[in-house]
């Protein structure tokens, strides 16, 4: 851990300029408190630094939060080996998974499935949804569906050769409509502040804006966490499918990376927000994907207080996905997934393994933060272009 000054600390080894410049613009906001902690993974965003532990004080940044409220991961352990998957054409299940989700930014269910139906009543039934239903009126038929950029769901071996089925998604259209629209609320309440960086507008707690953001984020944060147990059982289906057994769930680990919660740090009470962290409280189970034909990680939080209970989410972006268009070719990017069932096209580039950190790097310097359980390695991965 690097403390930069009393506002900003960080745990990343990999800390580009403009990433650390951005991150102390949002750590000199008055309401931050005690500081703002940057994790191992920590690059450029929007609104704020991917990979950072923003507490605030009676104020919550929307855009901060982001636009893909409630996006996270999740993970099973199934009770097959590698023998259930080894050798066989796992083209198929990759066609097969492909063919059960939507895949793609816009692309959502044709009609509501009778599966999805108790999750969209449950949606229906919290606060928030009326305002759901004011930014997407079809929100329901986007219940279980992927999505596109760094989103995926992969079929994975264990260091000990068991499957595990494996995805990261967030709360789609309908949370970036929520989101879109509580940015500009802020931004018109905070007109005429002197703000280091227009992202940065705020609103107030006790205000009316206020609570109508937190019924949205929670509302969103629900739906992300829906969307991937909606995904993960038609995922599990075709597993079945292509195994001709039905799949136990001996393990679930579920968690969010984009979302706000109202927690204790260091004796106060603060709205903390993670934008690309996961919950890491002693005990607490988490999930670290790395990028495309890299390893991804189960793990466990250590409770560290310093890094306000948090840990990377990710392996972090290094280059922009123009840059990394630019970068790397298609034989490369096929010579990175070979032995992996794969979408095989040049949409993809800008998700090569090496526009990210290396996940080693980045585990590494979360070494205080987690502790390794499982390693995971893909055999299945399904991308939306």
């Known amino acids: 851990m690097e403390r930069i000054n009393d506002r900003l600390l960080t745990w ?3 800390l580009e300029p403009t990433t650390r410049a951005q991150a102390e613009r949002t750590a000199s906001m008055p309401f931050i408190h005690p500081y703002v902690a940057l994790m191992p993974d920590a690059h450029l965003g929007l609104g704020a630094t991917v990979g950072s532990v923003i507490p605030t004080d009676r104020a919550i940044i929307p855009a901060a939060v982001g636009v893909d409220i409630g996006c996270g991961m999740m993970a099973v352990r ?4 590698g023998d259930a998957v080894r050798g066989r054409n796992l083209a198929t299940l990759h066609e097969q998974i492909s063919r059960a989700i939507p895949l793609s930014a816009g692309r959502n269910n044709k009609k509501l499935r009778e599966t999805a139906a108790p999750r969209v009543q449950e949606l229906r039934d919290l606060p928030g949804a009326a305002q759901a239903d004011g930014v997407v009126r079809d929100w329901p038929l986007q219940l279980g569906s992927l999505g596109s950029g760094n989103h995926f769901i992969e079929v994975s071996l264990d260091e000990a050769d068991r499957v595990w089925l494996f995805l990261h998604s967030g709360s789609r259209g309908v949370g970036n409509k929520l989101a879109s629209k509580h940015i500009r ?5 905070c007109r005429g502040t002197d703000l280091p960086d227009r992202d940065l507008a705020w609103l107030a707690e006790g205000t009316a804006e206020f609570y ?3 019924e949205a984020l929670h509302w969103a944060q629900r739906f992300a966490a829906a969307n991937r147990e909606e995904m993960m059982d038609r995922v599990a289906d075709q597993v079945s499918r292509f195994t001709g057994e039905e799949v136990r769930r001996v393990q679930v680990v579920q968690c969010h990376h984009n979302y706000t919660e109202r927690e204790t740090h260091h004796g106060a009470e603060v709205w903390l927000s993670r934008k690309g962290a996961i919950s890491a409280r002693e005990g607490q189970w988490g999930l670290i994907p790395g990028s495309m034909g890299t390893a991804s990680y189960v793990v466990v939080g250590k409770g560290n207080a310093e890094a306000l209970m948090s840990a990377p989410h990710g392996a972090g972006r290094n280059h922009s996905r123009g840059a990394a268009r630019r970068m790397f070719t298609r034989a490369d990017l096929d010579r990175r997934m ?3 069932a ?6 993809f580039l800008d998700e090569h393994p090496d526009a990210y950190k290396p996940i080693d790097r980045v585990m590494a310097d979360a070494a205080d933060l987690v502790e390794v359980r499982h390693t995971l390695r893909q055999v299945v991965n399904v991308k939306g272009d």
């Open 338 to 340: 070979k032995g992996i």
């Open 12 to 14: 990343a080894s990999i």
């Open 185 to 189: 609320v802020a931004q018109e309440r």
């Open 78 to 81: 199934t009770q097959f080996t």
């Open 342 to 347: 794969w979408g095989r096209s040049d949409a």
């Open 212 to 214: 109508a953001y937190v």
